[in-house]
């Protein structure tokens, strides 16, 4: 069923990067041996510690910001610690894992990894940016996947073209979008650009089942499934408490209680971020056209404040 999904979605045409992309031996999955990881931020630390815990693969963990990869590699030993104190970890394969991840301020550092994946925020120029120079210093066989919540997968598969020679590029990038918080949520959509060649969709799979995780695949649609359907809901709350339907404990309670869900709308806002909440009603709104997903002013109110939820401390609650 996924197989048939991942075929119906991938471009078959005769295009000279899937061709030459097809013969690679990055076709069997097994091979993926070291994965690099771009943006130490909630997402990207925790896609490290799962990879180097799951699919025990050397992870070199990319960030520009010393004050992310420390904060980063602190919440990793945190969770590890946990996972100890409650017994379904030994301290030994703790430590293992966590002697998996390599910091690094370095984009460079990517140059021999297999398999690597972008979590920077969610912005489009930011993105293209990274992959452009990704597709110069990674290896011409490694998979390039991003993170993104909503930014087509074709425009971000654009961007590996600066090398004239490197025809293959945009054929190895995929979207591997994982859910938050990683560690917890098994789901991990998969979503093809128009360049992308099968066979990166197929290790894309077979790679993210080695970290535990549940694929699904979705079209490079805006939002893709899991946002397209999340965030209006989220986006409907917030313009609820605004307009005054309901108080913000309310809301959250008659969702969480009422729909067996473990959180509310407005605390899950919290912990996505606003900012990234606000980023993909943007990229819904201008990629549909559709006045439907416009998003609520209070959203944009708590952004520009700063508010973004709870890695900032303040959002629709304090933390
Ligand atoms: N937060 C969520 O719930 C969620 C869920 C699914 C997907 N995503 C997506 O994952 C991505 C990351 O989101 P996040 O919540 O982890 O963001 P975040 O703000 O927590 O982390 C982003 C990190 O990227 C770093 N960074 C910025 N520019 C960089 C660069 N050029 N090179 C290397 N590192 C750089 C920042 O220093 C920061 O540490 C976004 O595309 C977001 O839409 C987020």
Redesign the pocket.
């Known amino acids: 069923m996924l197989l048939s999904s991942i075929r119906s979605l991938c471009y078959r045409g005769p295009s000279i990067a899937s061709r030459a992309f097809s013969s690679s031996p990055l076709a069997r999955t097994a091979e993926v041996k070291s994965l690099g990881v771009?943006?130490?931020?909630?997402?990207?630390?925790g896609i490290a510690l799962v990879a180097a815990q799951k699919a025990q693969v050397p992870v070199t963990l990319?960030?520009?910001?010393q004050a992310?990869?420390d904060k980063?590699l602190k919440f990793a030993d945190k969770l590890l610690a946990k996972d100890v104190a409650k017994e379904r970890l030994t301290q030994e394969a703790a430590d293992a894992a966590r002697g998996r991840i390599t910091p690094s301020q370095k984009?460079e550092d990517l140059s021999g990894v297999d398999f690597v994946i972008e979590?920077?925020?969610?912005i489009e120029e930011?993105?293209r940016?990274?992959f452009g120079q990704l597709a110069q210093i990674a290896p011409r066989h490694a998979i390039l996947a991003?993170?993104?919540?909503?930014?087509s997968i074709t425009k971000i598969a654009a961007a590996t073209t600066a090398d004239p020679t490197d025809l293959q590029a945009p054929a190895r990038v995929v979207s591997t979008?994982?859910?938050?918080p990683v560690p917890v949520q098994k789901g991990v959509e998969i979503i093809a650009g128009l360049q992308t060649a099968p066979e990166t969709v197929a290790a894309a799979v077979a790679f993210v089942r080695r970290m535990g995780k549940i694929p699904a695949v979705s079209a490079d649609s805006p939002g893709f499934l899991a946002n397209r359907i999340l965030m209006p809901y989220i986006n409907e709350a917030i313009i609820c408490l605004e307009t005054g339907v309901g108080a913000k404990e309310d809301i959250d309670s008659i969702m969480k209680n009422g729909t067996n869900v473990p959180m509310g709308p407005l605390t899950l806002a919290d912990?996505?971020?606003l900012?990234?909440c606000l980023?993909?009603m943007n990229v819904l709104h201008q990629e549909t056209g559709d006045s439907k997903y416009r998003p609520s002013g209070l959203l944009k109110r708590m952004v520009n404040a700063g508010w973004l939820g709870k890695?900032s401390g303040k959002g629709f609650y304090d933390y």
Do not use: C
Request: proline share 2%.
């Open positions: 771009i943006g130490a931020g909630q997402m990207g630390l990319i960030d520009t910001s992310s990869l980063g984009m979590a920077v925020p969610e930011l993105k940016r990274v991003t993170n993104t919540s909503s930014i979008h994982f859910m938050n912990f996505i971020g900012d990234t980023a993909i890695k």
